[in-house]
Nanobody, 116 residues
């Protein structure tokens, strides 16, 4: 079965750090572009960061210089290291995999709550 499973969410104070992990199974992970998306209460889902199969990265302006996306193909994992967290970062964070010619796959999400 194709699965993406996120972990690492939780409650953190503003200014703190958190590391999210996404573990993939059932896909040829190294061939997928991976991304982190988030959906805050009352808002639409948005791209946070993505990383291509050749490890090229892209970030939303709102998280640039604070978040770092990385991948470990040997472990079929993608990470999102978050620092200098702000209350507006509070959201459910979703892992997503994309590959040309294949259906996209989404994880179930992990909740990140940043308190002020």
């Amino acid at each position: 079965q194709v699965q993406l499973v996120e972990s690492g969410g939780g409650l953190v104070q503003a200014g703190g750090s958190l590391r999210l992990s996404c573990t993939a199974s059932g896909i040829t992970f190294s061939r997928y572009a991976m991304g982190w998306y988030r959906q805050a209460p009352g808002k639409q889902r948005e791209l946070v960061a993505d990383i291509s199969s050749d490890s090229t990265t892209n970030y939303a302006d709102s998280v640039k210089n604070r978040f770092t996306i990385s991948r470990d193909n040997a472990k079929n994992m993608v990470y999102l290291e978050m620092s200098s967290l702000k209350p507006e970062d509070t959201a459910v964070y979703y892992c997503r995999g994309r590959r040309l010619g294949y259906a996209g796959v989404w994880g179930q999400g992990t909740l990140v709550t940043v308190s002020s």
